[in-house]
């Protein structure tokens, strides 16, 4: 189950990001808002700079993900007194990279990267989160077997994600160790997936040439267009279409021009649809927002490199 929320104050910070660096005011209007999914509809803007946006959302937003793991060596034995075997299936290198990809909870406002830490890169709680997984077979392994030595907030959300199958007389005594990263590191760093765009779908029916014979109803893979009446007419989902103009391309009327169409589909470029998800790791907001930010920051750094150019 998914929980909505509606927009608020983060729609404001937004436009007041767009406009600080494009010196435009962008009109910004929130269609989908989940746990781990966003769509906005941009006007008033270029897809040059929505580009950046998609980019910097992929490769430099921060979370954190495992780096190290501990594997227990030697015999496991449980309360009752019965000893397991520390193996798995697997080879441990394995079972260390599924762990990598599991999205930690991440506090951007907290967590710093180890290497800038006052720590020195030791490891603390401002750069670092442990976990401990112990498990005795026979069993599936899930990612919510990970439990945090620290705060339970950093507990997993997507707890069944599967890791290994133990068979009985296996175990896994495991600690492992989270740090921050970004996604042009590694792809376990990135937080946010599915980002893209479209333009905004522009769909006109010319009823002068049109003979409402209802082939574009069956060439359209979105479902956009229905008959009313003798009519065809666009549906209020057009949003949905995709641009791929299968629905020009089987409406030529016999006789005509071929640059003549009975439906004209265009992308408006100043208009754009864009949506992204996330691992659960930052919620859409926190990505988007962080993002924001800090691209104006470089925008301003750059900005000040070239006045100082003689």
Not at 7 to 30: H, N, P, W
Not at 131 to 153: I, R
Not at 168 to 185: K, M, N, P, R
Request: with cysteine.
């Amino acid at each position: 189950m998914v929980r909505k929320r509606k927009a608020g104050a983060e729609v404001e910070e937004f436009k007041q990001f767009f406009y600080r660096s494009t010196g435009e005011i962008m009109d910004l209007e929130v269609r989908e808002s989940t746990d781990t999914k966003l769509t906005l509809l941009i006007s008033e803007t270029t897809p040059y700079f929505i580009n950046t946006i998609r980019r910097y959302l992929i490769s430099s937003v921060p979370k954190m993900a495992i780096e190290d793991v501990e594997f227990h060596l030697g015999p496991i034995r449980d309360e009752g007194g019965k000893e397991y075997e520390s193996i798995s299936p697997l080879f441990d290198e394995i079972i260390s990279h599924r762990l990598g990809l599991i999205p930690i909870p991440t506090d951007l406002e907290l967590f710093g990267y180890r290497d800038q830490c006052v720590c020195k890169g030791e490891g603390c709680p401002n750069c670092t989160i442990m976990f401990t997984l112990n498990k005795k077979g026979p069993c599936t392994v899930y990612s919510g077997d990970l439990e945090p030595l620290s705060d339970a907030k950093y507990a997993i959300k997507e707890d069944l994600i599967p890791i290994v199958k133990l068979s009985d007389h296996q175990a896994l005594l495991i600690y492992a160790t989270a740090i921050l990263g970004v996604g042009s590191e590694h792809a376990k760093w990135q937080a946010v997936s599915g980002v893209g765009y479209k333009y905004y779908p522009k769909i006109e029916i010319d009823p002068k040439i049109c003979d409402s014979g209802g082939t574009c109803i069956e060439s359209c893979p979105r479902n956009i267009f229905e008959m009313d009446g003798k009519k065809v007419v666009v549906k209020d989902n057009f949003e949905d279409c995709t641009l791929c103009n299968a629905c020009v391309d089987v409406c030529e009327p016999a006789g005509q021009d071929k640059n003549v169409k009975a439906v004209k589909v265009e992308g408006d470029p100043t208009k754009i649809l864009f949506r992204f998800e996330t691992d659960t790791s930052l919620t859409p907001r926190d990505a988007l927002i962080f993002t924001t930010k800090a691209l104006e920051d470089k925008f301003n750094e750059f900005k000040n490199a070239v006045s100082k150019l003689k």
